[in-house]
């Protein structure tokens, strides 16, 4: 045994790095699979951003002038799905795989063939997902793609869910599977291969969030394959788990989907809380404070995030007595997100800070999450949430978290970590614009939202009263700015990818501290194959 | 386009200006920067709720913001070139664990004694069962008083009718809505005050007395909504959810609502229209409506097909014309204009029958409209959207059919 790894090790070759259509699709090196995440995510982000600009622009003004409201329950739905599993959870992966071995000195990650399947799957499982949207544009909203909203509930989805209904299961199956076999991978890299002397309580805290993210996608995505798979017998072999007529129960989809959608939530926040806890001390030139109590309230949000779903469905009937459970748990889980909050500004305090462009996005990330938390904590509320639920005040809110929130801390990453990646500093008059331009677009885009959805709007709605008309009026030109401004980003990723502009040093941030830091820039296609030792 | 797009972008910035000082009585007013107070007590208790939650999580939100704003000015290199090393602080750590959670207590108390308040369906004078259709509302009373019999239901559809909110932009384009082509570059009619929120039979009721709704649906999960009760409450299929108001004396008018649950295709078209009325206004109505049911349906012929078709024409733009198409062009379905179905004799007794018993997707009208209207909209299909076959047809035509 021991022989048989000796001779692969000497078959190793370290100068001869594939090349062409070869090297990214059999590709086993995190790098270049970190790579493919990163560019993959961002092509669905920009798709699903185009889709939300159809959205805007029906909603620009009352009446219907661009599409069927048909085809417009699809924009929301493919949306959606786009941007939750297609933009914001591969841009994690992405992350993860590119850090993760850097961040503990491994050479890679332990399961390298699982990692080129589990990113090869994605692009089949959008091309079915996103061809059903393309049918129906072309066959003018028939064959209808999936219109049922990102949150499929049933009966809508399974009865009178549209043909394309399974071609989504598929795709969301295949979704699931890669995101399974990419957790995996992340728990076992960071469980064998980190570097002689890097205990657990010394990992990089975005080392520790995304283990624990990769325990909540290990314990979640079956449930959601498990309500699909529901889906497709209730609609072709005659079952009836969510049909009262057959004896079924229309809450319980609810009840299997949230039990998988809430912990989604923080699958897709709890490594932006990692990533900011790299930057902000970086640019205090300071260490992260309450390190400890960072990992305990991480774990404390994953393990709380198992018993708040039926907060999303406070309006179904529930009992008082289980109402009021979920009201409680719900609140209590603002108790851990507040600690980071706080950390974060004690990190920052008496610091020695300078806003280069990832502590910008930083910075935003924690003004503008907040934002999204404390509007969380009054849909806790129940009383109040039965006013709030289904209004453009929950669409506000979680755009806060997922868009101001995730996203702006994944961008936070890209401008911290591209030196690194790609051995050339991103453009900064680019940057700049394109924060500047990002972050006041945001606000108008979705603070206004909170305004409508107090107002009365009901979400998911392809035409409204003309009461809410000026707020969406402000709402859509927010949009296509926050939209085309994402365009600079695609300039900034570019560039670097061409390699103009600024060589970068390896280590081109002064305050920043960790092992990614101390291979040259761009990392070379092999690192760490000598582990390094932490003291 | 252009001008509408200015004249949108000038108002929208002078009523952002101005709409956060000025409460609105009327829902479709301007809209408020804050959640409606509301008609009943337990609105109001809700709206207060908000209101101080609101203040609550603004502070801590100020706070957090004002301390990160002191701390990027007073903390910079330029300011501050040597940096603390401290990295933890027990007491402050337990500081801001437990002040979070003794705020949570304080709001917990509340919310926990309005919705005990909001789950308490007992002593009830009127029930009404609110059944979600897509995409319309029926409204059955029940119980009223000591009355246990009723028998009064009605459906209650969208009135904004069709032109109004089908105004195409792209001609030929991929995306028109339904293939109403011919509506494309025309001048759409002016948009009614109560715009998407008006219906053709208003859910009545009476005011100062406790109202229980029974919330149900007959195909997909829908939600019914009125901001001003205080909540709203999911119909879903298979089961029923109960909801109340109690809107006081005084208070009597007509308010809105709308479906909050996406239920499909015309999700945005389903409103809700309450209208609030004395308790002697409601006795008389009720009384009325009950003699109506009571007597049968109006079998008085048409006096010509002009009548039909004028009748039938309002029939079709509130029951019809959402799946059919304002112009009989078809849509999720079938099409009038100029096809067999709707000119050709042979089909006329088909085209009846379709009606009172439904087929496949399309459900049976028998409930929901009277033999009247069944017979006027039947005329008018067959002779609007340039059909021409002269058929009339009379109430009894349809009350007779099986």
């Known amino acids: ?535 | 386009m252009q001008s509408t797009l200015f004249h949108r972008a000038a108002a929208g910035l002078t009523s952002l200006m101005i709409s956060g000082m000025t409460f609105a009585s009327d829902w479709t007013e301007r809209s408020d920067l804050d959640l409606r107070p509301g008609v009943t007590q337990v609105s109001q208790e809700v709206q207060n709720l908000h209101t101080t939650v609101l203040w609550i999580v603004t502070v801590i939100g100020l706070l957090v913001c004002g301390l990160i704003l002191f701390s990027m000015i007073r903390h910079r290199r330029s300011k501050n070139p040597n940096p603390s090393t401290f990295h933890e602080n027990v007491f402050f750590e337990v500081l801001w664990t437990v002040i979070p959670f003794v705020i949570l207590i304080a709001m917990a108390v509340p919310a926990t004694r309005v919705l005990v308040q909001l789950d308490d369906t007992a002593e009830s004078e009127l029930t009404v069962k609110v059944t979600g259709y897509r995409w319309k509302w029926s409204y059955e009373y029940l119980t009223y008083e000591d009355d246990n019999d009723i028998g009064v239901s009605f459906f209650s559809n969208l009135a904004t009718p069709p032109e109004q909110y089908n105004n195409p932009v792209l001609s030929g384009g991929l995306f028109p809505y339904g293939t109403a082509k011919d509506l494309v570059g025309k001048d759409a009619p002016e948009k009614d005050h109560n715009y998407n929120l008006e219906v053709d039979n208003k859910l009545i009721i009476p005011s100062g007395q406790k109202v229980r709704f029974l919330v149900t649906s007959d195909d997909v999960i829908h939600s019914f909504w009125v901001p001003d009760f205080g909540g709203k409450k999911d119909a879903i299929p298979g089961f029923v959810n109960e909801t109340w108001a109690l809107v006081p004396e005084g208070k009597e008018g007509t308010y809105y609502g709308q479906c909050a649950e996406l239920c499909g295709k015309n999700h945005a078209f389903m409103p809700i229209a309450v209208e609030v009325v004395t308790q002697d206004e409601f006795k008389t109505w009720i009384a009325e409506e009950k003699e109506k049911a009571a007597s049968g349906p109006d079998l008085t012929p048409f006096a010509g097909i002009d009548q039909a078709l004028e009748e039938g024409k309002q029939v079709y733009d509130s029951a019809c014309a959402l799946c059919h198409g304002a112009n009989g062009e078809g849509g999720i379905g079938l099409a009038f204009a100029g096809t067999e179905f709707a000119t050709k004799k042979e089909h006329l007794n088909e085209h009846i029958d379709v009606l009172v018993n439904g087929r496949a997707a399309m459900p049976s009208f028998k409930a929901q409209l009277t033999p009247r209207q069944i017979a006027a909209v039947i005329t008018y299909e067959r002779n609007a959207f340039g059909n021409d076959t002269g058929d009339l047809i009379q109430p009894a035509d349809v009350n007779d059919h099986e």
């Open chain 1, 1 to 535: 045994m021991s022989t048989a790894a000796a001779t692969h090790d000497d078959h190793h070759d370290h100068h001869h790095a594939p090349t062409g259509l070869k090297r990214w699709l059999f590709s086993t090196n995190h790098k270049d699979i970190g790579t493919l995440y990163l560019w993959f995510s961002f092509a669905m982000f920009l798709s699903g951003g185009f889709l939300a600009m159809v959205i805007r622009a029906e909603l620009l003004e009352p009446g219907m002038q661009f599409v069927d409201p048909e085809f417009f329950n699809q924009m929301t739905t493919v949306h959606g799905l786009v941007m939750v599993f297609g933009a914001v959870m591969p841009a994690t992966v992405g992350l993860a795989n590119w850090m993760i071995p850097l961040m503990i000195g491994a050479p890679d990650m332990a399961l390298p063939r699982m990692n080129n399947w589990s990113f090869w799957i994605l692009p089949f499982a959008f091309t079915i997902l996103i061809g059903s949207v393309v049918m129906s544009a072309f066959g003018a909203g028939n064959p209808s793609a999936p219109n049922f909203g990102w949150t499929f509930y049933a009966p809508l989805s399974t009865k009178y869910g549209p043909a394309s209904t399974d071609l989504f299961i598929l795709s969301v199956h295949m979704m699931g599977i890669s995101s399974i076999m990419g957790a995996i991978n992340v728990v076992v890299t960071v469980f064998n291969m980190r570097a002689p002397g890097m205990t657990l309580m010394k990992m990089p805290l975005f080392v520790w969030t995304w283990l624990i993210t990769a325990f909540l996608l290990i314990a979640v995505i079956p449930v959601l394959a498990g309500a699909v798979t529901m889906m497709l017998t209730d609609r072709h072999f005659g079952t009836s788990f969510f049909d009262a007529a057959g004896g079924g129960d229309p809450v319980l989809f609810q009840h299997v989907f949230w039990f998988f959608g809430h912990p989604e939530v923080y699958i897709m926040i709890l490594p932006s809380f990692g990533i900011v806890s790299a930057i902000i001390p970086a640019f205090a030139r300071k260490p992260l404070f309450g390190y400890a109590s960072m990992v305990y309230a991480t774990a404390s949000i994953a393990l709380l995030s198992f018993v708040v779903w039926a907060h999303h469905m406070f309006t179904v009937g529930m009992p008082l007595a289980g109402t009021l459970f979920f009201m409680y748990m719900t609140m209590l889980i603002s108790v851990p997100t507040g600690v980071k909050v706080f950390n974060w500004v004690a990190t920052m305090w008496r610091g020695s800070m300078t806003f280069e462009l990832p502590m910008k996005w930083a910075i935003a990330f924690v003004v503008l999450f907040t934002c999204g938390g404390l509007s969380g904590l009054m849909l806790a509320i129940t009383p109040v949430d039965f006013q709030y639920h289904d209004t453009y005040f929950v669409v506000a809110h979680f755009h806060y978290v997922l868009v101001t929130g995730a996203i702006f801390s994944i961008f936070a990453a890209a401008y911290y970590w591209l030196p690194k990646w790609s051995g050339i500093m991103p453009n900064k008059t680019l940057g700049e614009l394109h924060f500047w331009n990002s972050l006041i677009s945001a606000n108008l885009l979705f603070f206004p939202m909170h305004f409508v959805g107090l107002a009365g709007m009901p979400r998911r709605y392809a035409d409204y009263a003309l009461q809410f008309a000026d707020y969406n009026f402000w709402i859509s030109i927010g949009g296509f700015w926050f939209g085309l401004s994402q365009l600079l980003f695609l300039a900034v990723t570019v560039l670097c990818a061409m390699k103009k502009g600024e060589k970068a040093p390896a280590k081109p941030w002064e305050g920043a501290e960790g092992l990614e830091w101390e291979v040259p820039s761009p990392a070379p296609f092999h690192t760490y194959d000598t582990p390094p030792v932490v003291k």
